[in-house]
């Protein structure tokens, strides 16, 4: 049976060369990561844009139609009060600010 023999230099080589393999795959997943997260945060923000402005063009056509046609004053307060409870209320959670306390036992 032949022995396998490596210089040292040659093993240091071949421990190079892995290293850089290593290091340009780890490079490679982070730049794909950073695009991958880069086009799904643009489409996110499409995709809310989009819903916002449905809902909102829903919200309005059923205010529209229920103030064109007279008749209930409670369907009117209802239809005028419900989106406007509703956006207060996403509104005041967006403006308020909260404190987070953190306190961790030093000994």
């Keep these: 049976m032949t ?10 080589a071949g421990l190079g060369v892995l290293l850089v393999l ?3 795959w780890q490079a ?25 402005l449905f809902t909102a063009g829903l919200i309005v056509a059923v205010q529209w139609v229920v103030i064109t046609h007279p008749g209930n004053p409670w369907l009117l307060l209802a239809v005028l009060g419900f989106p406007a409870l509703f956006s207060s209320y ?7 600010v909260t404190a987070v306390d953190s306190r961790r036992n030093r000994r």
């Excluded at 996403?90 to 308020?96: E, G, H, V």
């Design 3 to 12: 022995e396998i023999s490596l210089t040292p230099t040659q093993i240091l």
């Design 90 to 96: 996403a509104l005041t959670r967006a403006l308020t």
């Design 22 to 24: 290593l290091w340009v």
């Design 28 to 52: 490679s997943v982070r730049r794909a990561k950073a695009a991958a997260n880069a086009a799904r945060g643009g489409a996110r923000l499409l995709s809310l844009f989009g819903r916002v």
